[in-house]
């Protein structure tokens, strides 16, 4: 089976790169400078993104997903789309989100990521497998990376101290980048058509992560200025976890990971 990956610079990309040496990996300026370089492909998996889809919401120049699906549509080639939960919204259900849930998603990122998913399924139909990922993060020190866990390394290695604006017990689905990779690699050999989930399954108390984080590091201090509980989710992954034969992952695994991370940021 002949499989491309898409975006091997990125902070995922790189993860599934390294993770699929089998693999023939790709940057997004590769498949714009030569369309034809998909050509003989099974199945495209698609990491790139344009920042501008988090800050300033959809439009079809900023889609690289259906730029991708344009390229493939008169092949048998399959797609593996990498969306975000936020495409959903909040949980309706205190918590977890489920695939079927009526989408409404609050911000500019999740709109566009929402548009994309429609945008490449009227291109591909049963070739497109969607998956909506959690909170996905790295054990590696990334200055200038933001998110929960960029935001949080870099204050703990400036100040010493992380600080929370929301309830410690807020709980939230996060998984490390190493396993999210393994899993990509196997959806990517079997794709199934619709949308997924693609998380740890469970929430992680945010104030855990931290003491983890600091556990890793030597060393620091939380501040919280907020106890409103905000955001909390999880994805159900029953239905992924059957479609691709996945392992479950543990609250140990995602304790390993954080206290790695720290890690690594007090090296650098």
């Keep these: 089976m002949s499989i491309v990956l898409v975006g091997r610079n990125g902070f995922i990309g790189r993860a599934i790169a390294a993770a699929s040496p089998g693999w023939r990996s790709l940057s997004h300026d590769d498949v714009l400078a030569d369309p034809g370089v998909l050509s003989g492909a099974d199945v495209v998996v698609n990491a790139a993104l344009d920042p501008a889809m988090k800050t300033e919401g959809y ?26 939960r936020k495409a ?66 870099f204050a703990l290695r400036r100040d010493g101290r992380m600080v929370l604006d929301m309830s410690p017990a807020v709980q939230r689905d996060f998984l490390p980048v190493g396993l999210y990779a393994e899993m990509i690699i196997r959806i990517a050999e079997n794709p199934q058509c619709g949308v997924s989930n693609l998380g740890a399954g469970f ?39 059957a479609a691709f034969d996945l392992p479950e992952v543990t609250p140990g695994d995602i304790r390993e990971a954080c206290l790695a991370a720290g890690a690594a940021a007090a090296a650098v």
């Design 59 to 84: 439009s079809e120049d900023r889609d690289f997903d259906r730029t991708i699906a344009s390229i493939i549509a008169k092949s048998d080639t399959r797609m593996v789309m990498l969306s975000s």
């Design 88 to 153: 959903c919204g909040p949980s309706l259900h205190g918590g977890v989100i489920f695939e079927d849930d009526a989408c409404a998603p609050t911000s500019p990122y999740g709109a566009a990521k929402l548009a994309a998913e429609r945008a490449a399924l009227d291109v591909l139909g049963g070739r497109l497998t969607v998956l909506r990922l959690s909170n996905i993060f790295g054990t590696e020190f990334l200055p200038g990376r933001g998110g929960f866990f960029g935001l949080a390394l």
């Design 203 to 241: 929430g992680t108390p945010t104030g855990s992560i931290a003491e983890w984080l600091a556990e890793g590091f030597g060393g620091g201090e939380l501040l919280v200025t907020d106890l409103h509980p905000f955001d909390t989710f999880w994805l159900d992954m029953t239905r992924t976890r």
